[in-house]
């Protein structure tokens, strides 16, 4: 079994000491369902190849970023990146497929917070260029991300700055963790192929934002359901703003009560499946804390 020894540094979300801890039977995304989503997402990652020294110029940093990823149904994730990239250049040189690597997945909060990240995954396996006859199949993966897809099949504009078109590359998984807003957990290739990610995910930046913007009356008053915290009226002398939302809840930043700035979570009555369930569980909780 690969072991890359993949470091958790400290994502920095100082608001968990002293926030009030969810009930230990409310429902909560597993680890393997918080990685699938963040791969599966637009977040920011960055590739790091042991052996292979970073671009001097930042403008080739972000050519080692992917423009789009995916999850096949086997597990391994696709990855689009310019053919000039050095990823892209150290798989269609390595020698039996043992170019290790890990993918770094940055989670930031879509509206402006104090401790701005929200977590980070990491994804280390192997490197390898997509073999030709599944190079279709896999760019229709790719395709729901919006990634330049129509270039990878021979049709579109080739990559801004040139580099002479797109590398499809799939990164077999080894291991996986994550260090975000719910802890720091391990998760083993098995989980991440049976994981789905949050059905919120696509929405969520535009519902934060919207909620963020248009609702901030009701985010603060939800302060009023939280009878075991001290700082239980802090919605009425300060902000309110929405962190994190995903098929069981919400999340809610408190960053000016007395005592000290603390997250609350807010668990909807059942999971949501889409954004019109969605709709209905904000209701009845706004109307609970009305």
């Excluded at 799939?170 to 994550?178: H, M, N, Q, W």
Aim: contains cysteine.
């Amino acid at each position: 079994m690969f072991r890359p020894g993949i470091p958790l540094p400290s994502t920095g979300q100082s608001t968990e000491e002293g926030q009030p801890r969810p009930k230990e039977e409310a429902p909560r995304p597993s680890a393997a369902e918080r990685v699938r989503t963040l791969v599966e997402s637009k977040a920011t990652a960055s590739l790091s190849i042991p052996g292979i020294e970073a671009a001097a110029t930042p403008g080739e940093h972000l050519a080692d970023a992917p423009a789009a990823r995916a999850v096949t149904p086997d597990g391994d994730v696709l990855l689009l990146l310019p053919s000039g990239s050095a990823a892209a250049r150290a798989a269609a040189y390595a020698q039996d497929d043992e170019l290790t690597c890990v993918m770094e997945i940055t989670d930031v909060a879509p509206v402006a917070i104090p401790h701005r990240i929200r977590g980070r995954a990491w994804v280390a396996g192997w490197l390898t260029p997509v073999r030709e006859r599944q190079r279709a199949a896999s760019a229709a993966l790719l395709a729901p991300d919006g990634g330049p897809v129509g270039e990878l099949l021979g049709i579109g504009e080739a990559p801004a700055g040139g580099g002479g078109g797109w590398a499809l590359l799939r990164l077999e998984v080894g291991e996986a963790c994550v260090d975000d807003l719910w802890g720091a957990e391990a998760v083993e290739p098995e989980a991440l192929t049976t994981a789905a990610p949050d059905p919120l995910a696509p929405h969520e930046a535009e519902l934060l934002q919207h909620l963020h913007a248009a609702h901030d009356d009701q985010l603060r008053r939800l302060c009023t359901l939280l009878d075991d915290h001290p700082d239980r009226a802090c919605g009425a002398r300060g902000r309110a703003i929405p962190v994190a939302l995903d098929r069981f809840g919400l999340r809610v930043r408190f960053p000016d009560a007395p005592g000290s700035p603390f997250d609350a979570r807010f668990d909807f009555p059942e999971p949501v499946r889409n954004v019109s369930e969605l709709r209905r569980a904000m209701h009845a909780l706004f109307e609970a804390a009305g």
